[in-house]
């Protein structure tokens, strides 16, 4: 749906399976040829960090000078942004439309057949009728085209930009060649960049090259002899190992580099501008309808030939037989239900985008509405990922889990006196062991929310940030795997150390030793070990997250060949910090909403279990028997997945769980046939987010991994939003039922009426022109505005719809039967009636037939607006696009009857106000008998609560 050149074509989304084209593989080969044309990351990739910053004139620690440098470049190379233009012009498509659609050149046919003949009244008419059909239906094609396009710019790419040695998060579309850019986990690369700085950095770039390992990336140049096999001279893009390209993710560690392409010029651009030109998949309630579409042409096709046969048999004239039958086909084939689904669809999401949830694949609006279990993570989501250092807590200088420093109650408080040398080491853990940055432009700090918070606190104690001091080596950055981080420095005075924090039972398990009040290092008994973890258990079950600081003094004076893991070990314990992240304000009522609504709510965490079962209390989801609603990481890695399957009923908090966990439970879940959504902002959520039904990421605080892996985007962060978009979900899926209900019940009556009067031999009541006017009606303005009927809040009393459901139940098909022959009835009444007055068939006859049509059309239409609430509780003037279509539809019908001009063309006579009222009368009939049916459904449920809408 999109041609946001930063969302990527996934290829490896399971529920692509439901029937959507993947042809990834195909795209992927024919744009094999595109990028391996010579953008400019193959002439930086060959040479050293150096060279690339003197031919850029720019710096790799302060970015380019100043902005006016910027903006000079800026009008050279453009604004970093890929745009596709659509070069047919207007007129052209206008055209096109009359030539492809088949009937319309059946049509075009018989206007000239009548022109030879000599009939010139009937070719102008025709005519007419063509020229309107083909501009309603191009109007309306137009109008979803341009919603779709609108649909594309709602979510903006953004970067971390260092110009000027100032730092600052702007949009991507500002990049130009010579910028600074730092990236981390989860980020989105902005621009094709050449890796100054890397840190245990690889990327996914399988969006670029097809291959979902993600590749490692450092900064050396990469040497031109180890690629002379290649007989063009071309790096291939996966072996140019110091680049990152624009469009690909970082999946683990940080870095630097500097920007060589943009927009066009990368290899991202290459490939978009192709993939442009690629129709996306319909969804499958697209499909659904496509296929309806041509089960009823098919349907109408074999009844329309009946008619014609039958009728050439009776001997009326071929001429009228021929027009007759090809604008039954033009009305009673719903050429136009694919578009008004695409139009109600595109239409729904600009709404929902209105109300904050950008939704990224169109299919995801239908499963909404189905949704029965919402897995979501916590910090970020539920909460609001802006941390606070609450408590700090060392051993020796506090002892036990009542003696702890709290750094809110005791306001007013110096806590310069409190520091311990336990205490001073733990901030300096925290702080040197930290990815933070100050960015003057924004007068705060910038990075891991977690980071962020252990650098502010600093201040209250009158302490600087200490990282200028010494000389950092090497790095194993943070991901939720491994919960911990670790730093290799050496200080001013040359001792070598390793400084590690993270989950206080990781630390606590590689630590040995830890450090007394006095600076001493002591070791560390299993009663010391047991002390340390109740407190921290305290901590975290004032629903503080917790993390241990550590440190290991290293030997050597230079750097560890290669950092690794194993090396963390024998660590000195300092202390324990607990950081506060309240929950969002809005989450507990849309919790109540959610499971009053039946749907079943899982919290899927990164974080320690005593800090999830608190924030899950306080949000208002169940825990009752922590045994049993609880399930941690350790726990989950020894089920199976059938026993996870068989317990996941009774839980409702999973705590620290790596990204695999949430992936598994994910599974575990769709397995069983729920609808699953699942809602997060992490690099740990996303491989969830894609397995889900829908994913949901949050729009402000999420990292772009998260978003990219989404189906639907929370632009305000607020979890309660999943609410108004559920809302909006199954509020789109009734309008398409009710409009379904209208334009089939008109189609079935005009053709049953055509077919009627043609088997008993009856004249025809309505002529060539008139059905093409009926057409106009059922497939167009009226149609589209009950596709905008605004939701009833009610239907989220409505309990999920099933998968399998399908569009057309059964009660919207014995409904829409109904209203067919309530007007087939009604129509041939008034025609007969008519007829048998002067015992032929006068103009004055048809007028009155096709008067009557129309007007039970627009009742019909009004009575379609709700399927189960009377217009009397829906209101009269909550749909203004319906009653204005409705309004012109009935003007149009009185120039079709009081103009001369039009009553040539449709054959049509001046009626009194006496006719017009009687028609009214006969017409409400529909109207009235709908309104007793929801009468009586609403009485015989009274008893059901969960009753809205039966249909
Ligand atoms: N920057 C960091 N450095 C070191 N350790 C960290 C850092 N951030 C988090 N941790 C530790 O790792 C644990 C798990 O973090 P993770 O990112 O997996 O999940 P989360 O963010 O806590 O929760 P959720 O999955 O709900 O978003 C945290 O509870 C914390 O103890
Ligand atoms: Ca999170």
Redesign the pocket.
Known sequence: MSANPFDGYSNDKEKQDEGTLNNDESILLSTKELLSKATPSLEFCKVSVEETVDRLNTSSNTGLASAEEASHRRKEYGPNEISVEDDESLWKKFLSNFIEDRLILLLIGSALVSAIMGNLDDAVSITLAIIIVVSVGFVQEYRSEKSLEALNKLVPAECHLIRGSQEAHVLASVLVPGDLVCFRIGDRIPADLRITEAFDLSIDESNLTGENEPVHKVTSAINKETFSYNTTGIIPLSDRTNIAYMGTLVKEGHGKGIVVGTSTNTSFGAVFEMMSSIEKPKTPLQLAMDKLGKDLSLFSFIVIGFICLIGIIQGRSWLEMFQISVSLAVAAIPEGLPIIVTVTLALGVLRMAKRKAIVRRLPSVETLGSVNVIC????????S?HMTVCKIWCLGSMTNKFNVLDLQKTKGVNFKNYLTDDVRATLNVSNI???ASFSVEHSKYLG????VALLEQLSKFGLEDNRPNVKKVHEIP????????ATEVFEQDGTHVLYV????E?ILSYSNTFLNEKGKTEKLTEAQKANITECADSLASEGL????FAKLQLKGTEPVAKLTEDMVTDLTFTGLIGMSDPPRPTVKPAMEQLLQGGVHII??????ES??VNIARQIGIPVIDPKLSVLNGEKLDEMSDEQLANVIDHVSVFA????EH?LNIVRALRQRGEVVAMT??????APALKLADIGVSMGKMGTDVAKEASDMVLTDDDFSTILTAIEEGKGIFNNIQNFLTFQLSTSIAALSLVALSTLFKLPNPLNAMQILWINILMDGPPAQSLGVEPVDHEVMKKPPRRRTDKILTKQVLRRLLGTAACIIIGTIYVFVKEMAEDGKVTPRDTTMTFTCFVFFDMFNALACRHSTKSIFEVGFLTNKMFNAAVGLSLLGQMCAIYIPFFQSVFKTERLSLGDLLFLLVISSSVFIIDELRKYRDKKNAQNDPSYYSIV
């Open positions: 979501s993570d916590k910090t970020g989501t539920l909460t990922n062991c930290n990815n891991n929310p977690t980071d943070f991901n939720s795997k491994r919960k911990f981080m924090k993270g989950a206080f990781k997250r917790t993390l241990a919290m899927i965490t990164g974080d320690s800090t999830a620290r769980a790596t990204p949430k997060g902002d992490g690099v740990n959520d």
